[in-house]
């Protein structure tokens, strides 16, 4: 799992700016596949090869008081991150809200980093003495906008993330298949749980957005266990209007970071929404096993084809999904809820599978002399051997001569390939296309 950075300060301090040039966007994130979006709030980093998210809080109102809600804003932000950034304005200097989350982050035992922002030069590095009377040993100058001294801080950054990203899982949670239950605020996340559990370990209610804390909860099903992990609803974000939602989108996001299935709940009585298809996105991103789960069915109108119908329109709308289980259920009455362990083992069986070399790269000849990749500049694209790398999901690798060339419907024609031959027609597969070290990569090269 990544670990999350959480930068915190006033407003108009420049934490956007910083988030921006460390996520390298400007105003927000963009995928490769269609029907994704992310909210500008957080956003997937990595710096010195170290892997991390990076959340700007942003919106803390200014006042010498500490409001109530902003020190509860605060203390939701600070509670998610590994690290903490609290980034100081050296234009305008102290202000009261500085000495009050200094105050309380003194009582935090995580690392803390103090970055001095719109220090544009060394000259004005003098700038940093007032923020010295705070009792702060370390200072950092830095200009967001500019690139100074940003460096020094990422590289100190770093060093202290890096052991964080490879803390290993609980034993217990280890031994389980992990799944993470998401989808829009009242779309029955919590009654789905609850009818799996048989009691009511969570809160369930109709007002959307009750849910605001990621809650584990263990199953046992015919012998096995399994991780439930509820998540808030994820609202478009345009309605994400309160701050505490916006964290609970993070934690949501987190969820999936350590789950093996996701389990996206839709609700079938108000049809399939473009927020849906941005959450199943949230999903294939992250690289889970996905399940689609259409609640509510008992409250739609069904005839002969009301199924097909629902599932065609599901495969025209999240066609990057095309590869994940769907299946209608109802939360309520218990329908169909129990063959969800069945696809959830099918999914995590393929999720997890390893093929061997020499099976892998007979497919690939196999699958290249039935249909050649085209030409590139005139010259053939050769594929020189596959290996897989790791599992959670499959991950495979391909040498070839030119791998910016490979066009994306050839990637797909091989992925197909694979999912047909190796009985991977349930998980996502990643294929990563690089070029063969040696004598002809630096040929090719020239």
Not at 5 to 29: E, H, M, Q
Not at 313 to 326: C, H, S, T, W, Y
Not at 410 to 437: A, H, S, V
Request: aromatic share 8%; with cysteine.
């Amino acid at each position: 799992m990544k670990p999350i950075v959480a930068i915190v300060g006033r407003p108009n301090v420049g934490k956007s700016t910083l988030f921006n040039r460390v996520t390298r966007t400007k105003d927000a994130l963009v995928d490769d596949f269609p029907g994704v979006t992310r909210d500008r709030h957080y956003g997937d980093a990595t710096w010195n090869d170290v892997e991390f998210t990076l959340v700007d809080t942003g919106g803390f109102t200014e006042g010498g008081d500490f409001a109530d809600e902003i020190r509860y804003q605060v203390h939701q932000a600070i509670g998610d991150a590994d690290v903490i950034l609290l980034l100081l304005d050296g234009k305008a200097g102290i202000s009261p809200f500085d000495s009050d989350i200094l105050g309380y982050l003194r009582s935090v035992d995580k690392p803390v980093f103090f970055a001095v922002n719109k220090i544009d030069g060394a000259e004005q590095e003098i700038n940093l003495a007032d923020f010295y009377q705070l009792g702060l040993q370390t200072l950092y100058p830095l200009s967001a906008e500019h690139r100074y001294g940003l460096s020094d801080l990422m590289d100190d950054m770093a060093a202290v993330l890096s052991p964080l990203g490879k803390q290993p899982a609980e034993d217990l949670a280890d031994e389980m298949i992990r799944l993470a239950v998401v989808g829009r605020p009242n779309v029955g996340k919590s009654s789905l749980i609850n009818r799996i559990l048989g009691q009511d370990r969570l809160l369930v209610s109709d007002i959307p957005g009750t849910t605001r804390d990621a809650i584990d909860s263990v199953c046992t099903f015919e012998g096995k266990s399994y991780l439930l992990v509820d998540t808030a609803g994820i609202r478009r974000k345009g309605k994400v209007t309160r701050k505490l939602e916006k964290f609970s989108i993070i934690k949501a996001l987190r969820s999936l970071e350590r789950c093996d299935v996701a389990l996206i709940v839709m609700d079938a009585s108000e049809g399939i929404t473009d927020q849906d298809i941005s959450i199943a996105g949230y999903a294939y991103d992250r690289g889970c096993g996905c399940i689609m789960l259409l609640n509510k069915w008992d409250l739609v109108e069904k005839d002969g084809k009301t199924v097909k119908t629902y599932y065609n329109r599901l495969r025209d709308q999240a066609k990057f999904l095309n590869f994940a289980p769907a299946m209608t259920i109802s939360a309520l009455t218990g329908q169909r809820v129990a063959k969800t362990f069945k696809l959830v083992d099918e999914v995590y069986d393929q999720y997890v599978k390893r093929i061997a070399t020499g099976q892998l790269n007979r497919i690939m000849e196999k699958a290249i002399e039935k249909n050649t990749p085209s030409l590139h500049r005139g010259q053939r694209i050769k594929f020189y051997y596959a290996a897989q790398i790791s599992t959670r999901p499959p991950t495979i690798v391909c040498f070839v001569n030119y791998p910016q060339a490979v066009h994306f419907s050839y990637k797909r024609y091989l992925l197909n390939q694979l999912r047909e031959e190796c009985g991977l027609d349930k998980t996502p597969i990643r294929m990563i296309f690089r070029q063969r070290e040696g004598r002809s990569a630096r040929r090719n090269k020239k």
